[in-house]
């Protein structure tokens, strides 16, 4: 088990980008959260699972849903800590 950390930078706030991390991450089984960064154009995702799931899961992060645009992401691999037992989006 691994855990990601990724800022995703572009329009990203205001298109339902967390709400797609969101489904996205329940659809794959992975668990962490979503939340908007005071900056206005950051997203950081935190997830949990597989390495090859996670690695799945970035590449829809780099695309996110139709009326994002995403310009760059920032990823950081580190060990799993366990803290969740979903994926949740943080307000």
């Known amino acids: 088990m691994h855990c990601l950390k990724a800022v995703v930078k ?6 339902y980008f967390r709400d797609f991390t969101r489904t996205q991450a329940i659809r794959l089984g992975l668990c962490g959260y979503a939340q908007n960064l005071e900056s206005g154009t950051e997203v950081e995702v935190i997830a949990e699972g597989d390495k090859d ?7 829809l992060l780099r695309s996110g849903p139709p009326h994002a645009e995403v310009q760059e992401v920032e990823v950081s691999w580190s060990s799993t800590n366990g803290n969740y037992g979903d994926f949740h989006i943080k307000y």
Not at 53 to 59: H, Q
């Open 10 to 15: 572009g329009k990203v706030q205001g298109v």
């Open 53 to 59: 799931i996670l690695l799945e899961f970035l590449k």
